[in-house]
């Protein structure tokens, strides 16, 4: 028996000459050598030691960043997105609810991936999307809805904006 005709050819794929572009913008962008370096080096696995060596690393690094004593931090090899989702639906359960006061694509998208797991969400404005929250914005809202989790951006990239962080711990213990 014959095998039946191709009706599209086989691809002629051929290594391509590129002039690098300048990348300044939020991502994709350029890269330190340093980083360059590090991707010439070998790949490892989570099976090997050295894997959870650097792991260990990594996680001091981010107690030292964010200078805490918590023996819980989580390094999450993956895309902010990533980091987010594994967030949310790990720490709030369906039916809790989750207070997003929110001003750009990152707290539509913590919007979404909460009310997809069952999450119950109450979300604050600004009349300004690129406007940031004080604490006295978040305060009522905490009182009123009593969240099992709270839900802030620092820097989004959509609007350009940069939310403080200080005081909201102690806000949120409160």
Not at 132 to 152: Q, S, Y
């Amino acid at each position: 028996m014959s095998s039946p005709k191709l009706l599209v050819p086989e691809p002629v794929i051929q290594d391509r000459q590129f002039t690098k572009p300048l990348m300044c913008g939020p991502g994709p962008c350029d890269l330190l050598p340093s980083v360059i370096e590090a991707l010439t080096k070998p790949v490892i696995s989570p099976l090997c030691d050295e894997y959870h060596e650097v792991m260990a690393d990594i996680r001091a690094g981010i107690q030292y960043i964010f200078q805490t004593r918590s023996p819980l931090v989580l390094p999450i090899s993956g895309s902010g997105h990533s980091g987010m989702e594994t967030i949310i639906s790990n720490l709030i359960a369906p039916g809790e609810i989750l207070l997003i006061p929110a001003r750009g694509i990152w707290d539509d998208r913590a919007y979404n991936m909460a009310t997809r797991y069952g999450i119950r969400t109450e979300v604050i404005k600004k009349a300004a999307p690129w406007a940031t929250f004080t604490l006295e914005d978040i305060e009522p809202a905490l009182k009123e809805f009593r969240p099992a989790g709270l839900f802030i951006t620092h820097g989004d990239s959509s609007t350009g904006s940069l939310q403080s962080l200080k005081g909201l711990g102690d806000l949120c213990h409160k």
